[in-house]
């Protein structure tokens, strides 16, 4: 322990980090031991060019950004969505086709205690979001008389707790070797001096590195493996508080292998020019998105010949991949987007600050980042009402409220 304690403390001495043991001696035995090794696994190079980033604005000014071409669902031929789907079904039935869903994140906003996915809204009766996304699977599997593997990304902080509902929901039927949990990576948390905080229990303070995370976590944690062995090529990835995701959708697949895309998207309409939600877009001749905050006013509200938003497809998390492009995908770290946070921390002398304002720098890649490492992507235009209702804020927009109406909406509207 001592020898490992002094290769702890001279590594933080050389990057001005000996704050990250402050709380040691307080710690018990093996408190400390994980300390210590969550220090000599930080990437202190890393961190520090992270933080450089911090105060550089995104410059466009020698991008070339131009729309990108999309199939709108409601206008397909009858024809052509029958063909469409008619190769996707035949991919499913064959078991090539696994689903991924994004559950790292705690309810907090929602004033809830516990992982988001647990959360329940009242359809009739209260069901967790995990039970709604659930049946959309199971229903899936019994119509094209297939098993669809059904992967879940969890966090250090809610892997537990996620994991225990499953298992007392007995995996919903759909047999525990079915149902495959793997845990999202975290990057520590810095304050505006560039120093690493301690959280409350005395330790590094670490927040999940974002959603763009998922790839590297695959193969880190073994999933692509897993994937590769039952022989799926084809992965739909979605958040788990999008209660209306058709995480299996024969028609966008069908879209994606006739196009040879190795990668496809959902998007809705945007409801106006200054929306704040991430477009759909080609950056240097490359499939991309470019975020509310980033996109010019000029290009947020220009329009085409039929009186449509030239950027108006907003992207929904709802993509699809062959399990090629996340292999490539993975071997590549995406970059890192920071976001100023309220975080509490250990100070100097040990004691707990509860701040009352943003005081720490996260740090989180973005999925759509990853579209770029591709030549192309199909996007496919669906109706908002069917296909997104997310449960993001605890009232108004995006909320328990609105996404309750939209499910039971849609229920009303398949019967």
């Known amino acids: 322990m001592d020898k490992k304690y002094e290769k702890a403390k001279e590594k933080l001495k050389i990057y001005h980090q000996d704050q990250l043991l402050i709380s040691y001696d307080r710690l018990i035995e093996q408190k400390r031991e994980e300390l210590l090794d969550q220090v000599l ?24 950004i131009e729309p990108l071409s999309y199939i709108d669902k ?8 029958e063909n469409y789907e008619k190769e996707g079904i035949q991919l499913i039935k064959e078991g090539k086709y696994a689903v991924v869903t994004m559950a790292g994140g705690q309810g907090t906003r929602l004033g809830h205690n516990g992982p988001k996915g647990t959360f329940e809204l009242e359809v009739g009766e209260k069901k967790p979001l995990f039970t709604l996304l659930s049946e959309t699977i199971r229903e899936a599997q019994k119509k094209y008389k297939a098993v669809i593997p059904w992967y879940i990304m969890t966090s250090r902080e809610n892997n537990y707790k996620t994991t225990d509902f499953f298992r007392r929901h007995n995996y919903f039927g759909m047999g525990e070797e079915n149902i495959k949990f793997f845990i999202q990576n975290e990057l520590p948390m810095m ?23 998922i790839f590297e976590a695959m193969q880190k944690e073994g999933i692509i493996k897993d994937m590769k062995k039952r022989g799926i090529n084809w992965i739909f990835i979605a958040g788990v508080d999008n209660v209306l995701a058709k995480m299996v959708d024969p028609l966008l697949t069908g879209i994606a292998i006739n196009k040879k895309c190795l990668a496809a998207g959902k998007s ?9 939600v991430g477009v759909f877009c080609k950056k240097n001749n490359k ?13 947020a509200e220009a329009i085409d010949e039929n009186g449509e938003l030239l950027y108006g497809e907003s992207h929904i998390l709802c993509n699809l991949f062959h399990i090629k492009a996340i292999e490539t995908i993975a071997k590549n770290k995406l970059p890192y987007h ?10 100097k002398n040990g004691v707990i600050v509860v701040p009352e304002v943003p005081n720490a720098y996260k740090f989180e890649s973005f999925i759509f980042d990853a579209f770029e490492a591709l030549d192309n992507m199909a996007i496919m235009r669906v109706k908002r009402e069917e296909e997104f209702a997310p449960v993001k804020n605890a009232e108004g927009v995006d909320s328990p409220e609105t996404a309750t109406k ?5 229920i009303k509207k398949r019967k």
Do not use: W
């Not at 930080?42 to 000014?61: A, P, T």
């Not at 939209?406 to 849609?410: F, P, R």
């Open 406 to 410: 939209l499910y039971l909406d849609y």
């Open 338 to 347: 920071s976001a100023f946070k309220k975080a509490k921390y250990i100070d």
């Open 287 to 299: 499939p991309s998105v470019i975020e509310y905050t980033e996109i010019t006013d000029e290009m």
């Open 74 to 81: 409601e206008k397909l031929s009858k024809q052509d969505k």
């Open 268 to 276: 809705v309409v945007k409801n106006n020019p200054k929306e704040r």
């Open 41 to 64: 696994k930080i990437d202190f190079e890393r961190m520090n060019e992270l933080y450089k980033q911090v105060s550089k604005k995104k410059d466009f000014k020698d991008c070339k």
């Open 191 to 213: 304050d505006v001096n560039g120093k690493i905080l301690v959280d409350e229990k005395g330790l590094v303070k670490q927040a999940a590195d974002g959603h763009g995370g």
